[in-house]
């Protein structure tokens, strides 16, 4: 005698010999919801995603702009103590050519403490310039490193949602068909059979129905007495688990002949 499977959805088969049509009705509905969730979470969270990944890459921006920013700034206050260097330069160089003009001791304690004085401000403004060209030119490597990574990461982010975009459209289209599909399952149940599976389903965040495997459900891991699991495993009617009241049903691994 030759037993006839019915294939479902995630390669699992159940056992269609003396199967009762409703809970056949009900197995592959369930299935149906399953995908639907899943498309439906797909296509409702492409907004939160796509803001993610913007927000993330205009933090690498900020970081980026901070950088370059810090770089400026670097550099105009070089270019401003480079400046107030020379002024200083000319100064001490004034005061040198004012000591060797010096005619009496006044004019030539004044040239020399202001070339001491000259001297020091110098010296200081050196320090300065070097330690803003170190600084100067750490900033510049990193603004250097980071202008094509930025401009690959726009590029890659840009693919990422054209990607995520294109597959939306086509969980769209996928979650339009599904439903006419599970308008067709839900027609095909009878009334008693509908009201059962809509109300577990609240209940049970989509999963109105549960597997029987090894006298236990696999939902809610309860115990099946040997009679009830053999009932199910029959599938001549629909039985609901004594603990969580899902419909149960009974899953072989393969087709069998």
Not at 164 to 170: E, R, V
Not at 171 to 193: H, T
Not at 225 to 238: A, C, H, L, M, S
Request: proline share 2%; glycine share 2%.
């Amino acid at each position: 005698m030759i037993r006839v499977t019915l294939v479902i959805r995630h390669t699992a088969f159940i056992k269609e010999a003396a199967l009762n049509s409703e809970l056949g009705h009900l197995i592959s509905l369930q299935d149906v919801d399953v995908e639907i969730k899943r498309l439906r979470e797909e296509v409702e969270s492409l907004p939160s995603r796509r803001d993610e990944l913007e927000r993330q890459f205009a933090e690498s921006v900020r970081e980026y702009l901070a950088i370059k920013q810090e770089l400026d700034d670097a550099q105009a206050e070089k270019r401003r103590l480079e400046s107030e260097l020379e002024n200083e330069q000319q100064k001490h160089q004034k005061f040198k050519n004012d000591l060797m003009k010096a005619t009496n001791e006044r004019e030539y304690t004044t040239a020399v403490r202001e070339i001491d004085v000259t001297r020091k401000t110098i010296s200081t403004l050196e320090t300065e310039v070097l330690k803003l060209m170190e600084r100067v030119e750490k900033l510049d490597v990193q603004v250097a490193e980071r202008t094509p990574e930025m401009e690959t990461r726009r590029i890659e982010v840009d693919r990422q949602l054209k990607e995520w975009l294109a597959s939306a459209d086509s969980n769209q289209q996928n979650l339009d068909s599904l439903r006419v599909e599970r308008a067709a399952k839900m027609q095909a149940l009878g009334p008693d059979a509908r009201a059962t599976y809509e109300r577990l389903s609240r209940m049970r965040s989509g999963f109105a129905l549960a597997e029987a495997r090894d006298y236990s459900c696999m939902a809610c891991r309860m115990k099946i007495r040997p009679q009830v699991f053999n009932d199910i495993r029959k599938g001549e009617t629909i039985i609901t688990c004594e603990s969580c009241g899902r419909i149960l049903y009974f899953k072989v691994e393969a087709a069998t002949t």
